[in-house]
């Protein structure tokens, strides 16, 4: 951790827990039949995203979820990687106390961010850091229930479809 990173408050430092995993596969049925079948997974929702073109099925596992994502069409990342990498893990989430806070001292940490900005995910505020600052994974930040994002990008409110704590 970087000197400024060490200034900076405990709550915008600290990372709650590991919120999901997702795994991008070619078709949710077909996936199950590993997961929910063979690994005895609960299925929580599944759930079509059209605004990112995919489908997303969330399977809670000890506090956390594995989260299958299959491409709707051909237009997305998602799809691009279904096409060149084949199936397999896609991303990391970790969720934090303030997105914006988070985003702000790792920017300055000198980690390069693909969102600058949280925007509405699935199941709250989330944004995305490069891989090429994370090690060659992707890293997906999501703001736990309550935090300062999810009152200005939810005004109405918004409970996510499959919240576990
Ligand atoms: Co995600």
């Known amino acids: 951790m970087s000197e400024a990173a060490r200034r900076v408050p405990e709550h ?10 997702a795994v991008i596969v070619r078709d949710i049925e077909a996936s199950l039949g590993f997961y929910r079948d063979a690994l005895g997974l609960e299925v929580g929702a599944v759930q079509p995203i059209p605004s990112d073109r995919v489908v997303i099925a969330f399977l809670p596992v000890g506090g956390v979820k594995v989260e299958l994502v299959a491409p709707t069409d051909d237009t997305t990342g998602v799809a691009r990687f279904l096409a060149s990498r084949g199936e397999g893990f896609h991303h990391v989430c970790f969720e934090v106390d303030d997105i914006t806070a988070a ?17 509405p995910g699935a199941e709250g505020p989330v944004a995305f850091l490069h891989p090429r600052s994370c090690h060659g994974v992707l890293v997906e930040l999501i703001e736990a229930p309550g935090g300062p994002a999810w009152a200005s990008l939810y005004p109405r ?7 576990i704590r």
Do not use: C, K, N, Y
Not at 103 to 119: C, H, K, M, Q, V
């Open 12 to 21: 915008v430092r600290r990372i709650g827990r590991i919120h999901h995993i």
């Open 103 to 119: 985003l702000t001292r790792l920017a300055i940490d000198g980690i390069e961010l693909i969102d600058s900005a949280p925007r």
């Open 157 to 163: 409110g918004f409970v996510a479809p499959d919240a």
